[in-house]
Structures are given as C-alpha cells and as structure tokens.
C-alpha cells in the first residue's frame, strides 16, 4: 500500500503563490502516476494536474499556465508549484497516487490540506 501526506496549504491573496508538496511511502515502487486533485465546499473531487511515471503531465483547463508538477521519484515525492491564484482555486487539495501491482489498479489519498485565496 501507499501512503501519501500533503503539506504547503495556506491563505494566499488573489495573485499570489503557493506551492504544495507530497511525500509518498509504503510501496512506492509501484506507483504509475501521482498528481493533485481539489474540493471546493459543495462540489466534486476534480483533477488539477497528474504527472506519469514517464513525466507526462495532464492539467485541469482552469489552472493550465498557472500550475505546474514536478515529481521527483528517488524522493517518493510530487509538487504543485501554484501562481496566479484565483479565488475560485480555493478548495482542500489532495494528492493522489495510482500504482499497479497484483495486476490491477489501485488509488490512494492524503488527508488534504486546505488552499484558501482572498480576493
């Protein structure tokens, strides 16, 4: 199994920046993909960026230009290194990490931490 803990949340001014980190352990080995999800109060879990274990990325339309992902797998770890920020980013954000072993997929969370943006 993974296990993944988030930190760099915060409240930021509209424009500003911040960067979110997650370090994973456990079986980390069989990770394919990492990336970062976000909830705002009242509404779904949606995709913000993933990043391959090849280095191809994915990104939400909303924050394309404005975030980018980087992973670093001898360190287990993935960032969201977030500019611009926007009110509508705020939201509790998630890392996520897919990994295939036993010849299935399987998902796996943080706890979130909190991204708020004042306007």
């Known amino acids: 199994q993974v296990q993944l803990v988030e930190s760099g949340g915060g409240l930021v001014q509209a424009g500003g920046s911040l960067r979110l980190s997650c370090v994973a352990s456990?079986?980390?080995?069989?990770?394919?993909?990492m990336g970062w999800y976000r909830q705002a109060p009242g509404k779904q879990r949606d995709l913000v960026a993933t990043?391959?274990?090849?280095?191809?990325?994915t990104f939400a339309d909303s924050v394309k230009g404005r975030f980018t992902i980087a992973r670093d797998s001898a360190k287990n770890t993935v960032s969201l290194q977030m500019n611009n920020l926007k009110p509508e980013d705020t939201a509790v954000y998630y890392c996520?990490?897919?990994?295939?072993?036993?010849?299935?997929?399987?998902?796996?969370w943080g706890q979130g931490t909190q991204v708020t943006v004042s306007s």
């Open positions: 990043i391959a274990s090849g280095g191809s990325t």
């Open positions: 456990g079986t980390t080995s069989t990770i394919t993909r």
């Open positions: 996520h990490a897919r990994e295939f072993r036993f010849a299935r997929f399987s998902d796996y």
